[in-house]
């Protein structure tokens, strides 16, 4: 090999690894990037990471910003778009159609990462774009992993998903997909884009999928003890013959701004600050995700639930999906009179919060939540019971995590996006109440949070898993 400088020999005289971030769009995708990034640069390896500015929401722009003021020895990769005419797709999701962008644009990054020193030996990238890295990665002759940002159950379906439509009578419509090792997943638990192959979500999650196999690893933010089926079954090759190596490595601990703004967001009359003024396990925490827009009807019925409920409660009300775009008012959707009734007891807001620290405070004693994989994550983290009300996408996948791993309860026959039934309030606040009641609920969740401690503790299994992925890249490359 050349000459290599002292900086660039590891410990055993190997070439210190640099990795090539390159990640997607939206909070649930992003945030876990830069979790683990502030995770992987504890250890010996140098880091770059693909910006495309400007990003979709501004909550992804402010930790963008934080991560780099955070971490001054990560290096910024600036990367443009090519132009993107969005009207190809008429009413498409704002991060859908930035996934899309991304991918077209991707034919650019070859250049971008072979003219960085020191060498890239690595790209570590997101699922929605694995298809255009990949090949670029295998060009260069770097390792290419993937860092998944739901559950080991989702990575099965996404990499199992192609091979079930390969064996499916051509003309047959999507069923129930029976995912080897794993387990069944009824048609209605898919994420609803899937039942139409024609569409620009379910294209780009085929070609993705395929490629899954192709790559040197999969990094999932999961832990052993939450998923020990799928992980298994994924790592055996019984989801798919020759699948690469997977390090279960969550949960990702959040970052050292992550806390630093939410004291900040402690001041007085904040939302924070009342939650720490309440009495223990009193509190159930609303929230539908960063990018989740319930109907307006269906928001007045939670609200007419939590009221009936008789409990506390803290709720992130997002009545629209991209952030800066949120103008409807809170008053305007809520109705009259409500916010005055519940004052004192219930607190609503638009505004970011940090769910971490919510979920870790004592006086959260249940979670109502569409099952976003990084918000049962947390709640895992927390020991907090989650009452799982999917909205969309692969909630109902993470739902059936929640169910089997006692994280806390789904309600399967609650309606989702596209299912036109509203869940009434009565049958909500019944639901908050009983669950509110519920010790042995309560015990089981305490439970999980018990082995996310032992799992990322030094020696646990996601420990592990980081030091495995590290010496992965060590490994000749
Ligand atoms: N996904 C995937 N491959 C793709 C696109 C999406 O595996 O090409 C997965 C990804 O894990 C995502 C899930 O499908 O979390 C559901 O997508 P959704 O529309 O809910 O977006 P998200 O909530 O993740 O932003
Ligand atoms: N989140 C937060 N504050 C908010 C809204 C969301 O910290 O006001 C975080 C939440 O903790 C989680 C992520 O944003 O880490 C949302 O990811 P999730 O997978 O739960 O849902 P998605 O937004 O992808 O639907």
Redesign the pocket.
């Known amino acids: 090999p050349a000459v290599l400088s002292s900086g660039e020999l590891g410990a055993r005289g190997h070439t210190r690894p640099h990795v090539v971030f390159v990640p997607s769009a939206?909070m649930?995708?992003l945030l876990q990037f830069f979790r683990f990034i502030g995770a992987l640069s504890a250890h010996d390896v140098d880091i770059s990471v693909v910006t495309v500015f400007p990003t979709v929401s501004a909550a992804e722009a402010d930790h963008f910003a934080a991560l780099f003021r955070d971490y001054p020895s990560v290096r910024r990769l600036d990367f443009d778009l090519l132009p993107f005419d969005a009207s190809e797709f008429p009413g498409g999701?704002p991060?859908?159609l930035r996934?899309e962008a991304l991918r077209r644009s991707l034919h650019l990054l070859g250049p971008v990462i072979a003219g960085v020193t020191p060498r890239v030996t690595a790209t570590v990238t997101d699922?929605?774009l694995v298809s255009h890295v990949n090949p670029i990665a295998k060009d260069l002759g770097i390792q290419c992993h993937v860092l998944?940002?739901?559950s080991a159950a989702?990575?099965s379906l996404?990499s199992y998903f192609p091979i079930y439509l390969d064996n499916k009578d051509a003309g047959a419509d999507v069923g129930d997909v029976d995912i080897p090792g794993v387990r069944r997943l009824k048609r209605s638990w898919l994420?609803q884009?899937l039942l139409d192959l024609n569409k620009l979500?379910t294209k780009?999650?085929i070609?993705?999928?395929r490629e899954m196999v192709k790559t040197d690893g999969v990094l999932i933010n999961t832990f052993d003890a939450l998923e020990p089926v799928a992980l298994a079954a994924l790592r055996d090759g019984k989801v798919v013959r020759g699948f690469p190596p997977v390090f279960a490595v969550g949960p990702h601990s959040s970052l050292a701004s992550e806390a630093t703004k939410s004291a900040a967001a402690e001041a007085e009359g904040s939302p924070m600050a009342w939650l720490r003024q309440q009495p223990a396990r009193s509190v159930v925490y609303v929230a539908f995700?960063s990018?989740c827009a319930v109907s307006h009807e269906q928001i007045r019925e939670i609200a007419a639930g939590l009221e009936a409920s008789g409990s506390r409660f803290l709720w992130i009300l997002k009545t629209t999906v991209v952030d800066r775009d949120d103008d409807a008012g809170i008053r305007d959707v809520l109705g009259d009179g409500f916010l005055e009734r519940v004052r004192g007891r219930g607190v609503v807001t638009k505004a970011w919060v940090d769910q971490d620290a919510v979920l870790r405070d004592p006086a959260v004693g249940l979670f109502l939540s569409h099952s976003?994989?990084n918000s049962v994550i947390e709640a895992a983290t927390a020991g907090v019971p989650l009452l799982a009300w999917p909205r969309?996408?692969?909630?109902r996948v993470a739902a059936t995590v929640v169910a089997s791993s006692g994280v806390g309860v789904w309600m399967e026959q609650w309606s989702w996006d596209g299912e036109e039934w509203l869940v009434s309030g009565e049958e909500i606040g019944g639901k908050v109440k009983e669950m509110m009641a519920d010790a042995g609920v309560r015990e089981k969740a305490a439970k999980v949070g018990e082995e996310v401690a032992k799992a990322v503790a030094v020696g646990g299994t996601s420990h592990t898993g980081i030091l495995d992925f590290v010496a992965k890249l060590k490994a000749t490359t």
């Open positions: 939206g649930g995708h999701d991060f859908l996934w699922v929605t998944y940002v739901s989702m990575m996404v994420p884009p979500f780009q999650f070609e993705n999928g995700g990018r976003g994989w969309g996408g692969d909630h």
